[in-house]
């Protein structure tokens, strides 16, 4: 499903709401699977944002949310919280998920 994301913590932390507004989303298609995880060493939940305009090739536009729960959802809009492994450093990392919709302003 093509959405916006917004990662909503930064170097394990929580980032406050005010901070919320400076970030910018990444615009990609979302996909929740189970697969086998190098880093975990096991089958687990993840999420990836790919890529939408390289069609199949499945590039990766943020690190996959490892062993990824859906938190919450309220009519367009998603949460998933999971771990994020980046440059070796694995951290908590909260996703919040805007589907796109054609011709509709930008979140």
Not at 14 to 34: A, D, K, N, T
Request: proline residues 7%.
């Amino acid at each position: 499903m093509k959405a916006w994301v917004t990662r909503l913590w930064e170097e394990g932390r929580q980032l406050p709401p005010w901070r919320h507004g400076g970030i910018y989303p990444v615009l990609g298609e979302v996909s929740f699977c189970e697969a086998t995880s190098p880093e975990m060493r096991r089958n687990l939940h993840q999420v990836h944002v790919f890529d939408y305009r390289h069609g199949p090739s499945k590039i990766d536009m943020l690190p996959p949310l490892l062993d990824a729960k859906l938190v919450s959802m309220s009519g367009d809009i998603l949460s998933f919280s999971g771990l994020e492994t980046s440059m070796g450093k694995t951290t908590a990392q909260t996703w919040r998920v805007v589907l796109y919709r054609e011709g509709e302003p930008n979140v």
